[in-house]
């Protein structure tokens, strides 16, 4: 008889998602997290950390197009872009797909993640070898710090706050962010999902607003995250997502992402609108 093995990530103490797993490609504790790589029946390989998926080879791009090109169709010219986290290189793949740019910095705080990516997911982390990238191996807060008034974009493709990445979640953070950008800077963070994490949406949407003259909050569809609905936050210095005229939009090679989306993604569903109006 064959051996059925499952994962399941218990994504709240009540709900979780399983997956039918062939094998596991990869297990270790690193300085930071737990780390591993299964393959899945239905969405190939898996990166997880701390018990939790972080990217799957059939939906990664859905995450990554969404984090990046929505702030990065937004601002007029970017050149210089920063990304916390997203140590699998995701999102760099993405932003380097805008002409452009002429540096990508990727401050991920964990360098095993980094290297396990590029062993397991090349098409996801071959980005990170373009010579346009530069990899820095450390804590987002501190970069964030140490770099005033730099960059164009900032893209925060952080864990869940937990360990590390609480901080990433926190109004000084983003406080630190709007320094860090240009006058007319952008920043996207990801924001979990409107289901289960209503009051963090909710919270980190006021401090954005609080702090950029711009904040915008929209959804994707993202099967293996948690409730598959997830949320981002904008935050602008400069320009409003919602005054681009759609057909200034730069064509660019994607799967989800696309020009007529732009403008619907922030008509919201009722119960994530009340999100942004304090309910
Ligand atoms: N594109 C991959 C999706 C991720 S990975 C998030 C990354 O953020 C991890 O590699 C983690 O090591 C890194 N990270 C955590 N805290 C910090 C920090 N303080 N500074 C820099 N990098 C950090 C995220 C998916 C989220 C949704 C999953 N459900």
Request: with cysteine.
């Amino acid at each position: 008889m064959d051996m059925e093995l499952w994962y399941t990530e218990k994504q709240t103490p009540d709900h979780g998602i399983t997956s039918k797993i062939s094998r596991t490609l990869h297990h270790e504790q690193t300085d930071f997290q737990s780390m591993d790589v299964i393959e899945t029946k239905t969405f190939g390989r898996m990166l997880i950390l701390d018990g939790m998926v972080m990217t799957t080879d059939k939906d990664e791009f859905v995450y990554h197009e969404m984090l990046t090109h929505v702030g990065m169709s937004t601002h007029p010219n970017p050149k210089k872009v920063l990304v916390v986290g997203g140590g699998d290189g995701g999102v760099i793949r993405e932003v380097l797909k805008h002409p452009s740019v002429e540096k990508a910095v990727l401050c991920e705080i964990d360098g095993r993640v980094i290297e396990v990516s590029r062993e397991y997911f090349p098409a996801i982390a071959g980005a990170l070898s373009d010579e346009r990238v530069d990899i820095q191996v450390a804590d987002g807060i501190q970069h964030i710090e140490a770099h005033k008034g730099e960059y164009d974009v900032i893209l925060v493709d952080s864990t869940e706050p937990v360990g590390p990445a609480v901080g990433l979640f926190q109004k000084p953070f983003y406080q630190g962010i709007y320094e860090a950008l240009k006058p007319d800077g952008i920043m996207v963070a990801q924001t979990e999902s409107p289901w289960f994490n209503r009051e963090l949406i909710a919270q980190v949407y006021q401090d954005i607003s609080g702090i950029f003259p711009v904040a915008r909050l929209y959804t994707a569809s993202i099967p293996t995250y948690p409730s598959g609905l997830w949320s981002f936050t904008l935050g602008s210095k400069g320009k409003d997502p919602l005054d681009v005229e759609m057909s200034q939009l730069p064509e660019l090679d994607t799967k989800y992402f696309q020009p007529d989306l732009f403008h619907a993604l922030f008509k919201l569903p009722r119960f994530v609108e009340g999100l942004t109006q304090g309910e």
